[in-house]
């Protein structure tokens, strides 16, 4: 779509990576909300941005004007991404606080075995959708399932919230990228 209004395959790279850095930069912030505001509601609140931005990325179809549909299409990743530094890691603390302690580490498994099947089919879902119903389906599906989602999450989820953030300590961004295996963690997640 971006190529027909003469958007350049960079200017999609930047639109593509833009939410990829947003994510990469607002996740620690966001982490620290779930003490302030609990679990369940930094959750929702992240599937919902992510939810109305995909609906509202379906519309970019209706956007002649490739200058308009590169900054509109851009703010929309950023918006989808800051609903996703929200509510990925939310997910699992409020997955595995609906279960006993005996049970956490089988729903964390859970939890984790989802991402990556949705991580896995969702490009091909994504493509079902394209192919049979426009360019607009993927968005408007997929956002209507996360604002299912949220919804179900509102009502049927408990919320474990709790005022006291847990005493870990002040860990500095050049602690954390230079503790033993975190190089080589993310050298190996790189490539």
């Not at 302690?101 to 493509?127: D, H, R, V």
Request: proline share 4%; glycine share 12%; aromatic share 14%.
């Amino acid at each position: 779509q971006a190529l027909s209004r003469g958007i350049s395959v960079s200017m999609s790279g930047l639109i593509l990576g833009s939410s990829y850095i947003v994510t990469f930069l607002l996740t620690p912030i966001c982490g620290k909300l779930i003490y302030k505001f609990g679990t369940k509601k930094i959750f929702v609140i992240g599937i919902l941005i992510i939810g109305l931005a995909n609906i509202a990325f379906g519309f970019l179809d209706y956007i002649e004007d490739g200058t308009i549909y590169f900054w509109v299409s851009l703010s929309l990743r950023i918006i989808s991404a800051m609903g996703e530094a929200v509510g990925i890691p939310s997910s699992y603390p409020l997955g595995a606080s609906q279960f006993t302690k005996e049970n956490k580490g089988k729903a964390m498994s859970i939890i984790e075995c989802c991402w990556g099947t949705g991580a896995a089919i969702g490009p091909a879902f994504g493509g079902f959708l394209n192919m049979h119903g426009g360019f607009t389906m993927p968005f408007w599906i997929v956002g209507a399932l996360f604002i299912l989602n949220f919804l179900l999450v509102v009502c049927c989820f408990k919320d474990t919230h709790t005022d006291k953030e847990p005493d870990t300590g002040s860990t500095s961004w050049k602690d954390m990228f230079l503790c033993p295996g975190m190089i080589a963690y993310g050298l190996a997640c790189a490539f």
